[in-house]
């Protein structure tokens, strides 16, 4: 996204997705044509769905994390990195 940012501002919208994702390209256009031409501070994008979901804090597991690190007994809601809208 630094490339992004770097470069001017001629498009309303950004789209990151990951290479292993499929873009539904018309449907997308779709759903962003509902945004009006002001639209400011957007968002598109999924955001997680585990309520009380925990850190993992023993063992050897690919997402552990130290309780230094994260202090918190559960995760906040967060957004899935695979693939995002933002307003530019």
């Known amino acids: 996204l630094a490339s ?3 470069a001017p501002r001629k498009a309303r ?3 990151k997705a990951d290479d292993d ?3 539904n ?5 779709a ?7 002001n639209a400011t501070k957007v968002y598109l994008g999924l955001i997680s769905e585990f309520a009380h979901a925990k850190p993992v804090v023993e063992g050897t597991h ?7 690190e994260y202090s918190h007994k559960y995760w906040p809601p967060y957004h899935y990195g695979f693939g995002y809208v933002l307003s530019s």
């Open 62 to 68: 690919k997402w552990k994390i130290d309780k230094e």
């Open 21 to 23: 994702v499929f873009v």
């Open 13 to 15: 919208f950004i789209l």
């Open 31 to 37: 759903r962003l044509a509902l945004f009006p031409p």
């Open 25 to 29: 390209v018309p449907a997308l256009l």
């Open 4 to 6: 992004v940012a770097a």
